[in-house]
């Protein structure tokens, strides 16, 4: 039996492997799509992440980020944002005294870097070209009745241990297992299930953890382009009525354009050539991509839907949520991967102690040290995306007014700017 297993390799999940190995826990990944292989002279991905300096420290202590920055990274400096040009605020590394705020990275080279990774560990073993057909959950009355106890998730004395009413299903859920049956019908044991497995998560419906959310009315479409000249360390963000722009600098002379708008719209925008969409392009995008002359032409697109959800629960059962599967957020700030791997920080500072994971001390430490903490933290990150999102993607005149004023004071706010820069790039 493993201590634990994972659904879902990723980036978030792999992550958490990785920490997880290098605690000596005994680890399973099931990912039923492995990255592929790295070439040099491989195009680039349209799937491309914005990665904190506190995701960099993290991924380095896990022994990955050796392995993705010799395949190729983009270090920024600077990050604009503006809605009328007279009104901006640049943030800069030089005004927080570091050497970059963060790094571009195709989200495969983030996973096949981490997988890379795993395979120096004996104690984790990856299984890939195979998915999960079923999934038994041990004890599932006793969860019933230990989730309806007085206090709603578990009720303890004052010694601490599980109250009269609910020892049994205490007991029964502590000494729980959960068996995975794959499509190869091969069948894996664990003490635990980790649901790093997106925003459909299988391991989040079978533990029976609800969600709320919604999905927003606009769309996002990624456009990876190649310019003429090689591209600058400076992100910037455009806000417009119809929804946000968005330039990311990658390797070499690509870069990766963000464009919301409408389903309808982008969908008529998908439906162009290279060459008719790199006039849209330059017809709605502001004159800073291509300044200094610097043209472009458009290697690849596609559209993604933006959709909020949150898991009621991180913790239920034998199961355990991460990433994607516990929250998807608006991806405005670019702190969709980041907060995912907040949440393998946190878990690992709970496993860390090397508690006994059947222990009903164990499963507190889960709920009060990893889910409380981590959800508060998300919603409040969700919240401050989607009040951003609302002030800067309309165009009733007073608010517009609002928010060029609030982007100039910002530009002056010295140690208050600074301070939000820090929490950005996870320094705080």
């Known amino acids: 039996m493993y201590h634990f297993c994972i659904n879902g390799g990723g980036m978030v999940g792999a992550a958490l492997a990785l920490g997880l190995a290098q605690q000596h826990y005994s680890v399973v990944v099931i990912e039923p799509f492995a990255p592929k292989d790295f070439f040099k002279n491989d195009g680039p991905d349209l799937r491309v992440s914005a990665i904190s300096e506190a995701s960099v420290t993290l991924l380095k202590a896990l022994g990955a980020w050796h392995f993705i920055?010799?395949?190729?990274?983009?270090?920024?400096?600077?990050?604009?944002?503006?809605?009328?040009?007279?009104?901006?605020?640049?943030?800069?590394?030089?005004?927080?005294?570091?050497?970059?705020?963060?790094?571009?990275?195709?989200?495969?080279?983030?996973?096949?870097?981490?997988?890379?990774?795993?395979?120096?560990?004996?104690?984790?073993?990856?299984?890939?070209?195979?998915?999960?057909?079923?999934?038994?959950?041990?004890?599932?009355?006793?969860?019933?009745?230990?989730?309806?106890?007085?206090?709603?998730?578990?009720?303890?004395?004052?010694?601490?241990?599980?109250?009269?009413?609910?020892?049994?299903?205490?007991?029964?859920?502590?000494?729980?297992?959960?068996?995975?049956?794959?499509?190869?019908?091969?069948?894996?044991?664990?003490?635990?299930?980790?649901?790093?497995?997106?925003?459909?998560?299988?391991?989040?419906?079978?533990?029976?953890?609800g969600t709320t959310g919604w999905q927003y009315a606009q769309q996002a479409m990624g456009i990876t382009v190649k310019m003429t000249k090689q591209t600058e360390a400076i992100t910037w963000q455009q806000f417009t009525p119809?929804?946000?722009?968005?330039?990311?600098?990658?390797?070499?002379?690509?870069?990766?354009?963000?464009?919301?708008?409408?389903?309808?719209?982008?969908?008529?925008?998908?439906?162009?050539?290279?060459?008719?969409?790199?006039?849209?392009?330059?017809?709605?995008?502001p004159e800073e991509l291509t300044k200094n002359d610097n043209d472009f032409s458009v290697i690849d697109k596609a559209v993604f839907p933006l959709t909020r959800m949150h898991a009621s629960e991180y913790v239920r059962g034998q199961c355990i949520l991460v990433g994607d599967a516990a929250h998807t957020i608006n991806p405005l700030a670019g702190q969709g991967v980041n907060i995912g791997f907040r949440d393998v920080q946190a878990l690992l500072e709970v496993t860390a102690s090397k508690p006994d994971l059947t222990s009903m001390a164990f499963r507190r430490q889960l709920k009060n040290d990893?889910?409380?903490?981590?959800?508060?933290?998300?919603l409040l990150m969700m919240s401050a995306m989607d009040g951003f999102y609302s002030l800067f993607s309309n165009d009733i005149a007073p608010i517009k007014?609002?928010?060029?004023?609030?982007?100039?004071?910002?530009?002056?706010?010295?140690?208050?700017?600074?301070?939000?820069?820090?929490?950005a790039i996870g320094m705080r």
């Open 69 to 209: 920055e010799k395949m190729r990274v983009k270090p920024y400096a600077g990050l604009s944002v503006w809605d009328d040009p007279k009104h901006r605020t640049d943030f800069t590394a030089k005004s927080i005294d570091v050497p970059q705020l963060g790094y571009f990275v195709e989200n495969r080279l983030l996973q096949l870097g981490c997988h890379q990774a795993l395979a120096l560990h004996e104690n984790v073993t990856v299984i890939s070209n195979d998915e999960v057909k079923e999934i038994t959950l041990a004890n599932n009355t006793a969860e019933e009745a230990f989730t309806n106890t007085a206090e709603g998730s578990f009720s303890t004395t004052a010694e601490g241990s599980c109250s009269n009413s609910a020892e049994g299903s205490c007991k029964a859920i502590a000494e729980g297992s959960v068996t995975l049956t794959l499509s190869s019908n091969k069948k894996i044991e664990a003490k635990w299930l980790v649901g790093a497995d997106g925003a459909q998560s299988q391991v989040r419906k079978t533990a029976g953890i």
């Open 242 to 285: 119809t929804g946000p722009k968005a330039f990311l600098p990658m390797f070499d002379e690509y870069a990766s354009l963000v464009w919301y708008n409408s389903p309808e719209e982008l969908k008529r925008l998908k439906g162009l050539s290279n060459t008719q969409l790199k006039n849209e392009i330059l017809a709605a995008f």
């Open 370 to 378: 990893f889910e409380k903490p981590r959800r508060k933290d998300n």
């Open 401 to 423: 007014w609002i928010r060029n004023q609030l982007l100039s004071v910002a530009e002056h706010a010295g140690p208050i700017k600074k301070e939000v820069l820090k929490y």
